[in-house]
Structures are given as structure tokens and as C-alpha cells.
């Protein structure tokens, strides 16, 4: 290991005494499962702040061989369609102040679009304001006069934000709501019966989603799939225990359901802020940038909301395209599983941190971000360990 990596590993293990032990017992029961597995032990984090834990701390050159970590479809960033971030860019040359969370303003529209990203269609003198929150854009529309479009991104954790206001009329007239929000079951179970060519022994599960809906939302990977599944918290040592729990089950070949998170998580979650959401929105097919439509994955506002749908206010088209992939972008395979962000001919060459060109370099979450940011720590880690 070069210098880079050892510094982050030696940061964990001050940081956590236990994490030493941990990564020992994992290279033991690591090693056992690829013996009786006669093949690589894969495990999907299915979490960009996993991802960035993972990448950060240097947990891939920790594990023995043939135990492989890959990213998952967790940033809500990196899957939004192009189509949305196309008409809200027209929207804001048009009159419309669109109000985006600071991790959607670089995100690419679909190709041969006007604007290349909301921003672009700033700079170009569209109206585009970056918000902190659901309340922040309330406030922005409540002082401002004019229409407003907040630009709903975002997975299970997010949606409280808006669906509580909604719920409780408390929304202002002038603000509507672009809802781009996408679920992560639905895509998980996609994930195990389309993705053919990705063999999964093992998922740590979202640990912020879980909190809304509960961890027992993923019993259907075990159950369905005979996939061992940990929700998992966002420490460093939370994830060497959910790679440990999970080998665990594999050595002993069965899939059970372990939350690990359980100083967040319940059982069945915030049953408040999940209930609003169902108060607010129906379930429908959605499409999903890069990997295609997934059955009711997307959700809509119901019908007694739809005063506040800038969909049908403005007519946004909800449509699945794939003209929203860049050429040679590998973003939807990486999110799948099936490639690494160094796989990319673009990675760190015609895409970087600062000037992202696909959707997986823009977000906090997006995994070629993190490892773009964390470069000589993966450089480090893939000298060590064989992924894919
Ligand atoms: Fe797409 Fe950029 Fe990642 Fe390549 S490096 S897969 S172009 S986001």
C-alpha cells in the first residue's frame, strides 16, 4: 500500500479498535466462503455514502481475495432522467424560477438538448436558484412572488420533505413540484431478476432509507432471492460488520435479514413520515437513467395534489428515453454492478469532479465521484484487490 491508503487505514483503525479484529475475522470467513462458493463472493452496497465509507477508508484493499465489493443504484442523482433537467432548463429561460438542490445544478439533460445542464441554462440567464431544502424553497416562493418549480430528487429519505407540507396544506400556491423521486425496493428487485449477468451473494442495504421505511422492506431479498442482506449504518465499522454478517451467512448457506443499523432503524420505520408519503403520492413504472423502466419505481402526486404538479402544469412529458446516456459513458453499468468507474474511457480524462460529463460524476453519491475524489486511495486499492 502507498501512502495515501495506509494514512486512511490507519485512521480507521484509531478511530474504531474493534475495526482491526473485524477486518481479520472477515479475511477468515472471506476466504472459507470463496472456498465453498468455488467462485468470487460479490456484495453490493447498494448506497452511495456506503460507497463513499468504502472508497474513503480503503475497505476494498482490506478484503482477502476474491471477496469483491461493487456500487450499486444508490444516488438518486445519477438515475434521474435527463428529460426533467431538459424542461426545467427551458422552464427557467421561460419565466419559471427553478429551485434545485446543489447536487442536480451540474447534471447533464438528455443529448441535443438546448442546455447541456440547469447550469448552463443559468449561466445562458435562465432562472435557476439552488436550495438547501424543501422548506428553504417554500421560503424562496413565499417571498418572491412569481411560479416557482422545485426539483423533487431524491430516493425514500427525501420524500418526507415534501410530502408532509403537502400534507398538512401548508405548500405555497406559486411553488410547484417537478417529483423525480424514485423507490429502492422496486429497483433491487430488478436488479436480481434483469440484471442476469451480476450474481450477488450478499446487499448492504441503505441505512437512511431503511430508517423511513423500515428494514424490513428488504426481507424480499432473502426471502425471494436467498440473498443474505445487512442494512447497515455509514461508519466504517458498520460496514465491516455488515461485510461480516454477511459472509457469515454465506459460510453457513443461508440468507437472512440482519439490521445492523439498528441504533436508527426500526423494524417497520417512521411510520409517519411513511404514511404521508402515501397520503401524498401514488406508485407508478418509472423510468431510471442509464438502466431503463422499472416497474413501480417512480412516484406521482394523487389526484388532490395535482394543483402543485409542475408535470401537468408545464407539461412535462414522464417518458423513458435513452438519448439521456452519454456516448461511451458507462454510468449505467456502473450503477448495476457491472463496471468500475476506471472501466470508463472518460473517467478522470473527459470527466472529472469539476467538469462531470455523465450523471454518475455530478452528485455526492455518484460512485465515479467518490472515487474520482478519492483517486490515489482506489489507485492503491485495485493494486491490491482484483474487482470484477
Ligand atoms: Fe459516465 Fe463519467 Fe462515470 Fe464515465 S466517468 S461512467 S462518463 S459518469
Given at each position: 500500500?502507498?501512502?495515501?491508503?495506509?494514512?486512511?487505514?490507519?485512521?480507521?483503525?484509531?478511530?474504531?479498535?474493534?475495526?482491526?479484529?473485524?477486518?481479520?475475522?472477515?479475511?477468515?470467513?472471506?476466504?472459507?466462503?470463496?472456498?465453498?462458493?468455488?467462485?468470487?463472493?460479490?456484495?453490493?452496497?447498494?448506497?452511495?455514502?456506503h460507497e463513499w465509507t468504502i472508497t474513503h477508508y480503503g475497505i476494498r484493499s482490506l478484503m482477502p481475495e476474491g471477496v469483491e465489493l461493487v456500487a450499486g443504484p444508490g444516488c438518486p442523482v445519477c438515475v434521474t432522467p435527463g428529460h426533467y433537467v431538459?424542461?426545467?432548463?427551458?422552464?427557467?429561460?421561460?419565466?419559471?424560477?427553478?429551485?434545485?438542490?446543489?447536487?442536480?445544478?451540474?447534471?447533464?439533460?438528455?443529448?441535443?438538448?438546448?442546455?447541456?445542464?440547469?447550469?448552463?441554462?443559468?449561466?445562458?440567464?435562465?432562472?435557476?436558484?439552488?436550495?438547501?431544502?424543501?422548506?428553504?424553497?417554500?421560503?424562496?416562493?413565499?417571498?418572491?412572488?412569481?411560479?416557482?418549480?422545485?426539483?423533487?430528487?431524491?430516493?425514500?429519505?427525501?420524500?418526507?420533505?415534501?410530502?408532509?407540507?403537502?400534507?398538512?396544506?401548508?405548500?405555497?400556491?406559486?411553488?410547484?413540484?417537478?417529483?423525480a423521486y424514485r423507490l429502492t425496493p422496486p429497483v433491487m428487485r430488478y436488479m436480481l431478476e434483469s440484471v442476469s449477468d451480476v450474481r450477488l451473494d450478499g446487499v448492504i442495504a441503505p441505512g437512511h432509507v431503511s430508517a423511513v421505511i423500515g428494514a424490513?422492506?428488504?426481507?424480499?431479498?432473502?426471502?425471494?432471492?436467498?440473498?443474505?442482506?445487512?442494512?447497515?449504518?455509514?461508519?466504517?465499522?458498520?460496514?465491516?460488520?455488515?461485510?461480516?454478517?454477511?459472509?457469515?451467512?454465506?459460510?453457513?448457506?443461508?440468507?437472512?435479514?440482519?439490521?445492523?443499523?439498528?441504533?436508527?432503524?426500526?423494524?417497520?420505520?417512521?411510520?409517519?413520515?411513511?404514511?404521508?408519503?402515501?397520503?401524498?403520492?401514488?406508485?407508478?413504472?418509472?423510468?431510471?437513467?442509464?438502466?431503463?423502466?422499472?416497474?413501480?419505481?417512480?412516484?406521482?402526486?394523487?389526484?388532490?395534489?395535482?394543483?402543485?404538479?409542475?408535470?401537468?402544469?408545464?407539461?412535462?412529458?414522464?417518458?423513458?428515453?435513452?438519448?439521456?446516456?452519454?456516448?461511451?459513458?458507462?454510468?449505467?453499468?456502473?450503477?448495476?454492478?457491472?463496471?468500475?468507474?476506471?472501466?470508463?474511457?472518460?473517467?478522470?480524462?473527459?470527466?472529472?469532479?469539476?467538469?462531470?460529463?455523465?450523471?454518475?460524476?455530478?452528485?455526492?453519491?455518484?460512485?465515479?465521484?467518490?472515487?474520482?475524489?478519492?483517486?490515489?486511495?482506489?489507485?492503491?486499492?485495485?493494486?491490491?484487490?482484483?474487482?470484477?
Open positions: 500500500m502507498t501512502g495515501d491508503l495506509i494514512a486512511r487505514v490507519k485512521e480507521l483503525y484509531e478511530r474504531n479498535p474493534e475495526a482491526r479484529r473485524i477486518v481479520e475475522a472477515i479475511a477468515e470467513l472471506g476466504r472459507r466462503a470463496v472456498r465453498e462458493l468455488g467462485r468470487p463472493v460479490k456484495i453490493m452496497n447498494f448506497c452511495g455514502t431538459e424542461a426545467l432548463a427551458n422552464l427557467s429561460m421561460d419565466g419559471v424560477t427553478v429551485l434545485t438542490y446543489g447536487d442536480a445544478f451540474k447534471l447533464p439533460a438528455r443529448r441535443g438538448s438546448r442546455f447541456r445542464s440547469l447550469a448552463d441554462a443559468r449561466a445562458a440567464g435562465g432562472s435557476v436558484r439552488i436550495v438547501y431544502s424543501f422548506l428553504d424553497a417554500m421560503r424562496v416562493a413565499r417571498g418572491g412572488g412569481g411560479e416557482y418549480v422545485f426539483f423533487a430528487v431524491g430516493f425514500e429519505t427525501t420524500m418526507p420533505s415534501t410530502s408532509h407540507p403537502l400534507a398538512a396544506g401548508a405548500v405555497p400556491q406559486n411553488l410547484k413540484i417537478l417529483t424490513n422492506a428488504w426481507s424480499f431479498l432473502p426471502k425471494d432471492y436467498g440473498v443474505p442482506t445487512v442494512v447497515s449504518g455509514f461508519e466504517p465499522v458498520d460496514v465491516l460488520l455488515s461485510i461480516l454478517y454477511i459472509l457469515k451467512m454465506v459460510c453457513e448457506g443461508r440468507a437472512g435479514l440482519v439490521n445492523e443499523y439498528s441504533r436508527v432503524v426500526t423494524p417497520s420505520g417512521n411510520r409517519a413520515a411513511w404514511g404521508e408519503v402515501l397520503e401524498v403520492h401514488d406508485f407508478v413504472d418509472a423510468y431510471w437513467r442509464g438502466i431503463g423502466v422499472v416497474r413501480g419505481s417512480g412516484a406521482v402526486l394523487k389526484e388532490r395534489f395535482k394543483r402543485y404538479d409542475a408535470g401537468s402544469e408545464y407539461g412535462v412529458k414522464v417518458e423513458a428515453d435513452f438519448t439521456d446516456v452519454m456516448p461511451g459513458c458507462r454510468c449505467g453499468d456502473v450503477v448495476l454492478g457491472r463496471a468500475r468507474p476506471t472501466d470508463c474511457p472518460h473517467f478522470m480524462r473527459g470527466c472529472t469532479p469539476s467538469n462531470p460529463y455523465g450523471p454518475c460524476m455530478v452528485g455526492q453519491e455518484g460512485t465515479c465521484r467518490i472515487w474520482g475524489e478519492n483517486l490515489p486511495a482506489v489507485l492503491d486499492a485495485l493494486r491490491r484487490v482484483r474487482i470484477g
